[in-house]
Every structure is written in C-alpha cells, then in structure tokens.
C-alpha cells in the first residue's frame, strides 16, 4: 500500500462518508470523476497546500483527499463547496457539482431516474415494500440497512440519497399521471419502527392529495388477487412507446413490445380494480395513521 492511501487524520473512517464509492460498471462517470479529481488537485497544488493540510482545513482526513484527487471517490456537494473556500477558487470548484450531479448514484439508479423523468404515465403495484417514489428518507433506510450481505454506512447514505433524488418526478411540470397500487402488508408492517412508519402513513397522505397522484391499496382479505406473480410496473413515454416489468412475466425481464406490454397493462388494470378505490384508499391509509 503506498503512502497516497494511508491516512494520517485520526477522523478518516468518518470522514470518508463525505464521499460516495463509484459504480465499477459506470465507465463515462468514472471519468468524470477522475477529471475532477484532477482539477481539485491541481487548485491544491497552486495554493501551495499539502494534501493533510487541505484536509485539515476542510475538515476532513487526508486519506479521504487522496481518494477524491485520485478519482476513487466522488466528493459530496459540501466536499466541493469548502474545496472553493478553502483554495479561493471563486465558484470554479463549487460549479463542480453540475459536473457530478448525474454520477453521484449506481448506474442502474440514474437509468432509472432518466426514464422516470421522462415518463408522462407510471403504472406501479408493490407487493413487498413501498414503492421508491412513495418512500420517506428515513424509510428507505431502514429498507437499505435490513439488507444483507450487510451496506456499509456510505453505501447506504448513498442509496438512500439516489432514492429519494428520483422523487423530483412529483415536481415535474407538466405533471405525469401516477398510479400505485399497495399491499395492506406494506402499509402495516413497521419497518424502522413504529414512528418511521408513522411518519411514512403520513407522507402517503399528502402524496395521495395530490392532483396527478392516484394512490390504492390492496385489502389482505381479498379472494381474488390478479397480483400474486409480483410487483408489475409499466412506464409510458410522450412518443407512444413504453416499458414494462412484471416479476412473474416473460422472465422478469424488462418490455417494450407492444403484444406483451398489452399483457402488463391487463394485469395492473385487474390489480386496480380488484383494490380499494383512490378515496377509500385514502381513508383507509388515514385509518391506520390514526391506529399508529
């Protein structure tokens, strides 16, 4: 191990939470890190700091410095904007983060996110857990730290920022249509303990209120239950076409043919009939808010 990737500040394992790790499979957003990277150290260089002291002046470890500057590790926004102060860089490092704003989560999250944004229609019904779009922050960890093989802190933190980035599709104007159908299970199950969920209840309240919005749920005494292969999920786009996922069709895989997006739609449109309407919903959810 060379000296670059020891650190010398007794506050490095905690201070590396200031940055996020980068996705392996993510060749253009490594590059975008490393260019930054670079550029952090060469402001570094022309201020005549050492990496300990910049970090010192920071307030975070040197080792975390190396990583940063080496591109093997993507700064946080506050990373940056103390960077701008520290060197006087007068904005040139703080405009950094448009730079890594769309490299900051897995791969897999921002392809998400980018077909989410563009969509002018979600089709969503969860089985298990509460659909990302309608999770709380601190509910969408408590879902990140039950996982196992077990995340390290900063994945979490990481994961749980990607999750709640992608919400901005409620902000959206014009507005897309939004539908989700829950389990009752979803609803009652208190993952995080009982205020995380209290405050969850609460949140789907005001998502449920919203014009664009369409929340329903699923009763566990149904008899019938179109759902039983899995969460189904299809995505429709302002040039017709659409995407579409189903747990227990066409091998889990992701759709786009016309014939077998049809079969999806037929599936979510029974799975909304069969649920509680959006305003029954709505005061059932306000129901168990009340027994929480």
Same mark, same amino acid.
């Given at each position: 191990m060379s000296v670059d990737e020891v650190g010398t500040e007794p506050g490095d394992s905690e201070v590396d939470e200031s940055g996020w790790d980068i996705d392996p499979d993510d060749e253009p957003g490594a590059a975008m890190v490393a260019t930054v990277g670079?550029?952090?150290?060469?402001?570094?260089?022309?201020?005549? #700091?050492?990496?300990?002291e910049f970090g010192a002046a920071l307030g975070y470890g040197e080792n975390l410095v190396y990583k940063v500057e080496g591109g093997r590790r993507i700064p946080r926004p506050e990373f940056l904007d103390k960077a701008d102060e520290v060197l006087g860089a007068a904005g040139k490092i703080a405009m950094l983060k448009r730079e890594l704003a769309e490299v900051r989560y897995p791969k897999k999250v921002r392809d998400l996110a980018k077909l989410e944004a563009k969509a002018v229609e979600l089709l969503a019904y969860g089985d298990h857990n509460l659909h990302g779009l309608l999770q709380t922050a601190e509910y969408a960890r408590a879902l990140f730290e039950m996982r196992l093989p077990a995340y390290e802190p900063d994945q979490i933190e990481q994961a749980v920022a990607a999750r709640v980035a992608r919400q901005a599709i409620f902000q959206r104007s014009p507005a897309p249509a939004l539908s989700f159908v829950q389990e009752e299970a979803t609803l009652r199950r208190p993952l995080g303990g009982t205020m995380v969920l209290r405050r969850q209840l609460e949140h789907l309240v005001q998502t449920a209120q919203l014009r664009n919005v369409a929340i329903q749920v699923m009763p566990i005494d149904r008899e019938e239950h179109?759902? #039983?292969?899995?969460?189904?999920?299809?995505?429709?786009?302002?040039?017709?076409?659409?995407?579409g996922r189903s747990e227990g069709a066409f091998n889990g895989r992701a759709v786009d043919d016309p014939k077998q997006l049809r079969i999806l739609e037929l599936r979510y449109g029974m799975i909304r009939a069969q649920a509680l309407t959006p305003r029954e919903s709505l005061a059932f959810i306000k129901q168990l808010l009340g027994e929480t």
């Open positions: 670079r550029q952090i150290k060469a402001w570094r260089e022309a201020a005549g #700091m050492r990496a300990g179109a759902g #039983m292969q899995g969460e189904t999920q299809v995505l429709k786009f302002g040039d017709g076409s659409a995407l």
